[in-house]
């Protein structure tokens, strides 16, 4: 039986989610894809700070020019494959697949031009029907970070832009990593970068738990575009030095 705190969880991103026009079916089933992918999030960030993971981390970047976030999803995926591979059957992990680099399927673009998504999680509902939440992830070394790069065109631009963004969906994920144990200063940080940023399309909510930790909400209008208002739901992960 679901957790009193799960359940209230479930209940408030449900709300949220039929604010933005998803309707009374749709709106539990995403509610229940995004908690269960934020809580393996959060275990695999887990798994990955342990000394002897983080230690194979720093020894297999090295001195690589690829970016460092890059690298951290990478090795995030690792984790999640495994959760998903030894999960119990009945498990709600056993039933979603995570892909990390998949192209997004945009119409109008094919071959290196099509942008690849970091992490996606998908589950499928029946035949015909599948939820997927694309995910984009920054690092963040400075406050100033948040405006230059994780709300910039190559940040949550990847999932809003209304021609090549990574999804139709009306649900996603922004992921900030942070080299900083002190996520709860970071989250105000990012807080009041959201609320002050000059995108008018862009409006914040209040914060919620879901998954095991906090997540800032976000709304996106998408006027120009058939697929409706989009909630992202924002998380910070924390690593050491």
């Known amino acids: 039986m679901p957790k009193q705190r799960d359940v ?5 991103l449900t709300d949220r989610l039929q604010d933005i026009g998803l309707d009374g079916l749709e709106a ?3 509610s229940a894809l995004a908690h269960t992918a934020l809580r393996t999030i959060r275990i695999a960030e887990w798994k990955l700070k342990k000394a002897e993971n983080w230690d194979a981390f720093r020894v297999a970047r090295g001195t690589r020019l690829k970016p460092w976030e890059d690298d951290v ?4 995926h690792r984790h999640l494959f495994d959760m998903y591979v030894f999960a119990r059957l009945s498990s709600p992990h056993a039933d979603i697949q995570v892909g990390y680099q998949e192209r997004a399927r945009v119409p109008h673009r094919a ?3 099509v942008r690849r998504m970091d992490l996606i999680f998908r589950r499928k509902w029946k035949p015909g029907k599948i939820g997927e939440i694309a995910v984009e992830s920054k ?3 400075a406050v100033a970070d948040i405006a230059d790069h994780y709300l910039g065109d190559q940040g949550i631009g990847c999932l809003t832009d209304p021609v090549d963004g990574y999804t139709t969906a009306q649900l996603a994920f ?6 900083d144990l002190d996520r ?4 105000n940080h990012l807080r009041v970068a ?5 995108n008018p399309r862009i409006s914040t909510r209040d914060d919620t738990a879901c998954g095991g930790g906090p997540v800032i909400h976000s709304v996106v209008e998408r006027p120009d575009t058939e697929h409706g208002s989009m909630l992202i739901l924002h998380s910070i992960l924390a690593f050491q030095s």
């Open 8 to 12: 209230s969880e479930l209940r408030i």
């Open 28 to 30: 539990p089933l995403w």
């Open 73 to 76: 999803s990478d090795f995030l």
């Open 111 to 113: 071959g290196p031009d």
């Open 139 to 141: 690092r963040l070394q």
């Open 174 to 179: 922004m992921l900030a990593y942070v080299v």
């Open 184 to 187: 709860p200063t970071w989250e």
């Open 194 to 198: 959201l609320a002050a940023a000059s």
